[in-house]
């Protein structure tokens, strides 16, 4: 039973084109919301967060929105580069020390 | 600045076989993880450190035991490996404070068990 869920494998996006990656959670009681990114023979790298309390984060190309009444999240890269090409994971940290992530969604972004 | 070292990187076992993954961090950081990455489900927490001395257990501890004797240092062990240990293992470490855990990872090992 998965309480990170995100159900996009894959995904292909034209260079210059915006790319969202969508991520849905089943306990609302989750605090905290990060997005990792992971290049291949490499560990997850952290790219962005956001808190229960906002609705929105902002850095840069990246963009995260919470969306607190559907459990779901987005991570929008605008505008979207070849280097972007990578497995996006979607993490919930819940308190404690405890962080689950998401199956993570391939992203191909094609020059 | 080296973060997280993992080794070895890749290992191919017998079952039945034992073995131990080394896991280092030269950040200070008083929290250490250990996941695994299986296909279609994500990294899953194995054993978890939140200092020296001290170990939890994860959502998928069986099968594997930990050791914190140094700070720097995070190890996972597999008594007798199976099949079902086949995977690649990640290494994390974080710093203590903060609201939000920032995790700094390892390249992983990629472990095949026959």
């Known amino acids: 039973d998965q309480q990170v869920k995100q159900n996009s494998p894959s995904l292909s996006v034209q260079e210059g084109r915006i790319s969202i990656l969508n991520c849905d959670y089943t306990?609302?009681?989750?605090?905290?919301f990060l997005w990792y990114k992971k290049y291949p023979a490499e560990g997850p790298t952290f790219l962005i967060s956001i808190s229960s309390i906002k609705d929105k984060n902002e850095d840069g190309r990246f963009t995260v929105f919470l969306n607190k009444s559907a459990k779901h999240l987005s991570l929008h890269i605008v505008p979207s580069q070849p280097g972007d090409s990578a497995v996006y994971f979607c993490a919930v940290h819940t308190g404690g020390f405890k962080t689950i992530f998401g199956a993570g969604t391939r992203l191909f972004v094609k020059a | 600045n080296a973060g997280v070292t993992q080794t070895p990187k890749f290992r191919v076992l017998k079952t039945g076989q034992s073995m131990t993954l080394l896991c280092a961090q030269d950040?200070?950081?008083?929290?250490m993880y250990w996941y695994r990455q299986d296909p279609g489900m994500g990294l899953r927490l194995i054993h978890y450190s939140v200092g020296e001395g001290t170990t939890a257990k994860g959502e998928v501890p069986d099968g594997y035991n930990v050791s914190r004797l140094k700070k720097q240092n995070f190890l996972l062990g597999l008594e007798s490996a199976a099949p079902s240990q086949t995977s690649v293992y990640f290494c994390?470490?974080?710093?203590?404070?903060?609201?939000?855990?920032?995790?700094?990872f390892g390249s992983g090992t990629r472990l095949t068990v026959v």
């Open positions: 950040m200070n950081h008083e929290y």
């Open positions: 994390a470490s974080s710093y203590s404070g903060g609201l939000i855990p920032r995790y700094t």
């Open positions: 306990n609302s009681m989750f605090d905290y």
